[in-house]
């Protein structure tokens, strides 16, 4: 009798020394929270000598003045909560910075593109819109949209001919005159691809309704808003 008392005193002991082990581990461990919880497009109108829509993409953009900002701001499911509805004029230039923070409040944007190896993963898309490319326009009025980094966040300059190095964590855009008339319901996409697949996204691919499909990998975020371009006017 005393024999069995003791290995069940062993035993209970043991299961509070598991149990104790157990807690202080599950204490110990980080809480990991992975997403965006919210984000923003800054759109900024810019000018100056030289800066102009030209193919598949804008000259003298080094030359370029910054003007009236707009931001647009998005939840979590990538709805837009602020300005999600734009009227844009026409033939202006937008520089379009995407902003964005994680669960627990850090901005995290310049992540995607803190050194060449990582930016390799990732590249912006517009898609949606049914918009007229100006690369395809006769009239040269159709749309842009250039992403436009510089350095990496590691302070390398950014590599690639053709815009393949760029990312679009940082874009230049246009809607163009062919795109006036109807609301374009638009979707900025952020997504990370697979090995090699960002070397094949040239600068006429943003806005491929199958991008998904052409360019293998998932989506990171996928920002919806609406534009609707006219003649002279914008805010």
Known sequence: ????????????????????TSCKKDNDDPIIREGIERSEIILTVVSGTGVEAHGDHFHGLGNAVEGEKTVIKFNEQGTATANGHLHLEADAIYKMELKAWDYEGNEVQNTYIA???????YKAFLIGGDLKLNANSTSESGAIFQPRELKYGDGADVTGSGGIGT??????????HDNEGATKAVTYVLRKLNSGV??????????????????TGEDVLKLKFEIHAEEGHHH
């Open 167 to 176: 990312t679009g964590i940082i874009s230049y855009f246009t809607v163009g």
């Open 198 to 215: 960002k070397a094949t996204v040239t600068r006429n691919d943003w806005n491929h309704s199958d991008y998904a499909s052409r360019f």
């Open 1 to 20: 009798m005393k024999k069995q008392f003791k290995l069940t005193a062993l035993a209970v002991i043991g299961l509070g020394m598991m149990t104790v």
């Open 115 to 121: 050194s060449q190896t990582v930016a390799d993963q």
